[in-house]
């Protein structure tokens, strides 16, 4: 089986990536039940590492930090901190969603990634899946909505939009 990561634009290099692929997956392999299962694994904390490294770019660019974690010059203008506090209140709610929850709802909603892949990451079957996100997409977005900083970034339909200003 081959993964090919890419170039890592900027953040980790790809072979640190990959020793981090095989790492966690040394670390994760008395947990493996089935030996048919053994492609799946693999594929489940692949797309776990590099989703969470595409993760820590997107904040960074979002924050607006270099890869060195440094502010860079701001060319005028001041800082959205309610941009910062409601990310903060995101990833708060999301905090309270059962780790397994957590990762179907940012790999689907967040990542956009297809439901047989998000079934595939989180380990659960593809019924599961369609069984949970509609509860748990239910939960964030009522919650979202409740939220007074929140429901600004919340469109018809479920879909969250990155205002800039």
């Given at each position: 089986m081959?993964?090919?990561v890419?170039?890592?634009?900027g953040?980790?290099?790809?072979?640190?990536?990959?020793?981090?692929?095989?790492?966690?997956?040394?670390?994760?392999?008395?947990?493996?039940?089935?030996q048919?299962?053994?492609?799946?694994f693999?594929?489940a904390?692949?797309?776990?590492?590099?989703?969470?490294?595409?993760?820590?770019?997107?904040?960074?660019?979002?924050?607006?930090?270099?890869?060195?974690?440094e502010?860079?010059?701001r060319?005028?203008?001041?800082?959205?901190?309610?941009?910062?506090?409601?990310?903060?209140?995101?990833?708060g709610?999301?905090?309270?969603?059962?780790?397994?929850?957590?990762a179907?709802?940012v790999?689907?909603?967040?990542e956009?990634?297809e439901?047989?892949?998000?079934?595939?990451?989180?380990?659960?079957?593809?019924a599961?899946i369609?069984?949970w996100?509609?509860?748990?997409?239910?939960?964030?977005?009522?919650?979202?909505?409740?939220?007074?900083?929140?429901?600004?970034?919340?469109?018809?339909?479920?879909?969250?939009?990155v205002?800039?200003?």
């Amino acid at each position: 089986m081959a993964f090919s990561v890419g170039p890592a634009g900027g953040g980790q290099d790809p072979d640190d990536l990959i020793q981090e692929v095989f790492l966690r997956l040394f670390r994760k392999l008395p947990e493996l039940r089935e030996q048919g299962s053994l492609r799946a694994f693999v594929l489940a904390i692949t797309v776990r590492v590099i989703k969470g490294e595409q993760r820590l770019r997107w904040i960074k660019r979002w924050l607006g930090l270099f890869e060195d974690g440094e502010a860079p010059e701001r060319q005028g203008g001041t800082p959205d901190l309610d941009a910062r506090e409601a990310l903060g209140r995101f990833y708060g709610l999301l905090d309270r969603l059962s780790p397994k929850h957590r990762a179907a709802f940012v790999l689907r909603y967040v990542e956009g990634m297809e439901l047989m892949d998000v079934a595939d990451a989180v380990g659960v079957s593809r019924a599961t899946i369609k069984r949970w996100l509609p509860r748990i997409a239910r939960r964030v977005f009522s919650q979202v909505g409740r939220d007074p900083l929140l429901a600004p970034y919340l469109e018809e339909g479920g879909a969250f939009v990155v205002k800039h200003g």
